[in-house]
């Protein structure tokens, strides 16, 4: 039972009452439902008991008379509704745990076979194009090892080339002075340039070579690990 039909009931009952008394009564209770709120509907009507209930104790209280409340049940109607209530209320629980008992027992079409079937198909696929990609960073690094080794080579060259040439300068005082006084000084000048070289070639492959293997071994990480170690 609702507030509304409640009302109705109440109304029905206080039919013999005069119209501006029942009319009164009426509205008393109805602004009571009002003041308590939507959400205390249930609370109101279990705390005024049945219609029945209510329609006599405002009859007594307009003729005079007594009202005795030992006529009617301790289990009224507010009562007998809410075991009605709970016993809906019940159910639904039970329906609502069937419906997520089937929804348990429905497992996902997937397993652990295909899906290791599928990253077997996706790897065939796009093998090709890892291997072109392998290749492609594989050149690069080498290309770029060769390069600053071949800086270093370089540098190395361009020293001894002036320490020869100094040398040669220094062999070549006794015959031809002036000469080997030239060949002497652009020996030393390329001997200190390759020297310069040499020092600063392997400073930089020192710095260069341990972030290359740092970045090829984070590469070769992420498809495992999905991000960096």
Request: proline share 3%; net charge negative; glycine share 10%.
């Amino acid at each position: 039972m609702n507030r509304v039909e409640f009302m109705a009931e109440l109304e029905r009952l206080l039919a013999d009452l005069p119209e501006d008394e029942r009319q009164a009564a009426v509205q008393y209770y109805a602004d009571y439902f009002a003041d308590a709120g939507a959400e205390n509907e249930a609370e109101v009507i279990r705390e005024l008991g049945s219609p029945e209930k209510t329609a006599e104790s405002i009859k007594a209280d307009y003729y005079g008379r007594t009202f005795d409340e030992s006529r009617f049940e301790h289990k009224d109607y507010m009562e007998k509704y809410g075991q009605q209530a709970s016993g809906q209320q019940t159910s639904g629980q039970q329906q609502a745990g069937t419906a997520s008992a089937s929804g348990e027992e429905k497992k996902p079409w997937t397993s652990r076979g295909l899906k290791i079937l599928l990253i077997v198909l996706i790897a065939i696929v796009v093998w090709p194009v890892s291997l072109g990609l392998i290749c492609a960073v594989l050149g690069i690094l080498a290309a770029v090892v060769c390069l600053f080794a071949g800086l270093v080579i370089a540098a190395v060259c361009v020293m001894i080339a002036g320490g020869v040439t100094a040398v040669t300068g220094l062999l070549m005082s006794v015959a031809y002075p002036p000469a080997a006084l030239m060949t002497t000084g652009i020996g030393l000048l390329l001997f200190v340039l390759g020297l310069i070289a040499t020092v600063g070639t392997v400073k930089l492959c020192m710095i260069v070579y341990p972030a290359m293997l740092r970045g090829f071994v984070e590469l070769c990480r992420r498809p495992i690990h999905g991000k960096a170690v």
